[in-house]
């Protein structure tokens, strides 16, 4: 069930940026995920409602930024040097329940309907 919307999602060069913007699910605590063909649905990054701490795969860490805004219900990943290996499908998703962070897919509420990323060499 689609119930967030990403946008921004492209082709890019390596080496190259993107931003991608979701519109956010509330007070949720507001993470990316990413799934490349065949492959399981990973973790890129989560930031909670008032902020305060990010997190991230360690892949992204130093390119990926998450950020969001309140105000206007979005959040976003500014994505720098972009790699190859970031090419996949990257969803937004929601975690209205439970306390702090998650990593794993299953405890995120609410999902968008992802927005492809590819990064040529």
């Known amino acids: 069930q689609v119930q967030l919307a990403e946008s921004g999602g492209g082709l890019v060069q390596a080496g190259g940026s993107l931003i991608l913007s979701c519109v956010a699910s509330g007070r949720a605590f507001m993470g990316w995920f990413r799934q490349a063909p065949g492959k399981e649905r990973e973790f890129v990054a989560a930031?909670?409602?008032?902020?305060?701490?990010?997190y991230y795969q360690d892949s992204v860490k130093g390119r990926f930024t998450i950020s969001r805004d309140n105000a206007k219900n979005t959040v976003y990943l500014q994505m720098n040097s972009l790699k190859p290996e970031d090419t996949a499908v990257y969803y937004c998703a929601g975690k209205r329940t439970g306390w702090g962070v998650s990593y794993d897919p299953a405890a995120y509420d609410y999902w968008g309907q992802g927005t492809q990323v590819t990064v040529s060499s």
């Open positions: 930031i909670p409602y008032n902020i305060g701490s990010t």
